[in-house]
């Protein structure tokens, strides 16, 4: 295998995430090389040859041209696999470039097993192998599925790419932060998440109120928030917040992988959920099978009790 | 303005899934099916856009699939979408992102299609790669993964979501692709006058042999259960002595983070 690795930079920085392909360049075996649109500033700490475009020229998001300096590189290095992250700029690009090369595209990858791509299926409940019929392959590798555990160093051997720049069809206009925290739910010991098993937005001082018990914070999943049920800083995932808690507990969370993304470095995952097989089990420490509508209130007072008289 | 509303009927997420005798998919006959939830979006921009220039529009709800799949189009009608279009095909589960985007592109090539909506992925196979794809196959421009749209004068100012919270806002002409990303809007249910309206409202059917027929290029090998870590403590069985059993642990959870 010939692999390019696509790197991402944004606000002329190179995003940590691109060091995750290394890892699944090593997994694969055979050649790399990388790709990136980018400045001086996003070059990464890594040996072997980078096809560099400048992003003063293309823009940090123009999918139209940087599919086609990908694709140039691409051909100029020979590879047999594109391989991006998969983030909201890898699933933009790798498709177009999939379509460029001709190219199978295999989604979300989280394991290489004897030559074909595993990867999930059904919000985790189930997984696949996938077999390609083509020439070349574009890959986008699940976030955290390839880690190393080396620090990143060296430095690349550096050829330009150039290609005839044209005006944008989809214009950057500019970037939009975050919108202000508040609540911290990183620096958090507890936290109790609620998630669309709740029900209904009446439930949330239930969750609430356990989080209370609990001395915690409260988060809560996407749904949850793209609902109005919580604003947008309880959130936790990947678009949402990164935390580390002693203890988490997770009340009708289904467990997709941008969920997990932002909850399992905790140390101890309670899940609460009506369903045996919810791939929150396979994070969870300990899960119970159970209404959370019923069950938290009756925890809550379980809990509650337990704090006054010790 | 032509609207295309391309939606999935994907399995309901929280059914019990078994795996088919050749390994290579599940079962179907256990399981309920409902639109994947990111088309919902879409077909609500759809409507709104609708809306927003006084019901000019003409929307139109694609769905490839089995007879089965004409439910999910009819509730998209009943939601404003004005007409369905069915391509039938037995076989879709079958077919991979290229397959299925080639279908939707040989159906729209041709139609003059304004704004072609998609969710930006589907719950089941989450490969994010299909109106990519089909914007590719009719030469649009495509933007993806947006949680805002507003549309004046044929441009479309959006908001792209980034990592962390971030968003990008990028600005595109019609004609164009555009991929939607849970929380773009608030789909609404549809209206009991609403749903008696769209029994009445046409969806056409089309034989899958009558497009383009594009040779398939990656395939599921193998589809099987996650093998557990079994670490997960399952605590099944009556509600008190559930409370009992996890009460003695949180208490030592408890007096640690105390
Ligand atoms: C690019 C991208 C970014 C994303 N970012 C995030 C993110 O940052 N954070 C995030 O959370 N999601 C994120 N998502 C969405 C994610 O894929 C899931 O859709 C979401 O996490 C599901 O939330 P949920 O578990 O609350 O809901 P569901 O998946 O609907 O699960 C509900 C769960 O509740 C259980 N349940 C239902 N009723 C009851 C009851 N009465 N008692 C007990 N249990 C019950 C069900 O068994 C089920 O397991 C993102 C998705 C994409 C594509």
């Given at each position: 295998m010939k692999t390019l690795l696509v790197l991402e930079c944004r606000g002329g920085r190179l995003r940590e995430e691109s060091y995750e392909l290394f890892a699944f360049a090593e997994a694969l075996g055979g050649e790399r090389a990388m790709v990136l649109i980018g400045g001086e500033g996003a070059v990464p700490k890594a040996s072997r040859r980078l096809y560099l475009a400048d992003a003063a020229r293309y823009g940090e998001y123009d999918p139209d041209q940087h599919a086609k300096i990908i694709v140039e590189a691409a051909r100029r290095e020979g590879s047999d696999c594109v391989a991006f992250v998969h983030s909201s700029y890898g699933w933009d690009l790798a498709p177009r470039v999939a379509s460029a090369l001709g190219a199978a595209q295999v989604s979300e990858v989280l394991g290489v097993k004897e030559g074909a791509f595993e990867v999930g299926c059904c919000n985790g409940k189930l997984r696949r192998t996938m077999a390609t019929d083509t020439e070349r392959v574009v890959i986008t590798v699940q976030g955290g599925a390839f880690l190393s555990w080396e620090e990143p160093s060296g430095s690349p051997e550096i050829v330009a790419v150039e290609i005839a720049a044209e005006p944008p069809r989809i214009e950057l206009v500019g970037y939009e932060a975050a919108e202000a925290k508040t609540v911290d739910l990183g620096s958090a010991e507890v936290v109790v998440s609620a998630g669309r098993g709740i029900g209904k937005k009446e439930n949330i001082p239930l969750i609430a109120e356990l989080a209370k018990a609990l001395g915690g914070e409260l988060g809560a999943s996407r749904?949850?928030?793209?609902?109005?049920?919580?604003?947008?800083?309880?959130?936790?995932?990947?678009?949402?917040?990164?935390?580390?808690?002693?203890?988490y507990v997770a009340c009708g969370i289904s467990g997709a992988i941008q969920h997990l993304a932002g909850m399992k470095g905790a140390?101890?995952?309670?899940?609460?959920?009506?369903?045996?097989?919810?791939?929150?089990?396979?994070?969870?420490?300990?899960?119970?099978?159970?209404?959370?509508?019923q069950f938290v209130p009756a925890l809550t007072a379980r809990m509650q009790q337990y704090a006054m008289t010790g | 303005m032509k609207i295309l509303v391309c939606i999935k009927q994907v399995p309901d997420m929280e059914c019990r899934f078994r795996v088919n005798g050749a390994g290579t998919w599940y079962e179907e006959g256990d399981l309920a099916f409902r639109i994947n939830e990111y088309d919902e979006y879409a077909v609500e921009q759809a409507v709104r856009l609708k809306e927003q220039l006084g019901g000019e529009p003409e929307v139109t709800v694609l769905s490839i699939g089995p007879d089965r799949v004409q439910e999910s189009i009819r509730k998209t009608l009943a939601m404003g979408g004005d007409q369905g279009v069915h391509i039938r095909d037995e076989a879709a589960a079958t077919k991979d992102p290229w397959q299925i985007a080639a279908l939707i592109a040989s159906y729209a090539r041709g139609k003059g299609f304004d704004l072609v909506l998609t969710g930006m992925q589907s719950q089941d196979r989450g490969s994010a790669q299909v109106g990519v794809l089909v914007a590719e196959m009719l030469g649009y421009p495509c933007a993806t993964t947006l949680v805002g749209f507003s549309y004046d004068d044929g441009v479309v100012t959006a908001r792209r979501e980034l990592e962390g919270g971030t968003k990008a806002v990028v600005r595109f002409r019609l004609p164009a692709v555009a991929t939607c990303q849970l929380g773009l809007n608030v789909p609404r249910y549809p209206t009991l006058p609403n749903i008696m309206k769209a029994k009445r409202k046409e969806i056409e059917a089309i034989a899958v042999s009558s497009l383009a027929d594009e040779p398939r290029r990656a395939g599921t090998r193998l589809l099987y259960l996650p093998q557990k870590r079994g670490s997960a403590r399952v605590i099944e069985g009556e509600m008190s002595s559930q409370l009992e059993e996890l009460v003695e642990i949180l208490k030592t959870k408890c007096a640690s983070t105390r």
């Open positions: 749904p949850v928030v793209d609902a109005g049920w919580l604003d947008h800083s309880h959130q936790v995932g990947s678009t949402g917040q990164v935390v580390r808690p002693r203890l140390e101890y995952v309670v899940a609460i959920n009506k369903d045996k097989d919810a791939p929150i089990g396979e994070v969870a420490d300990v899960l119970v099978v159970a209404d959370v509508v | -």
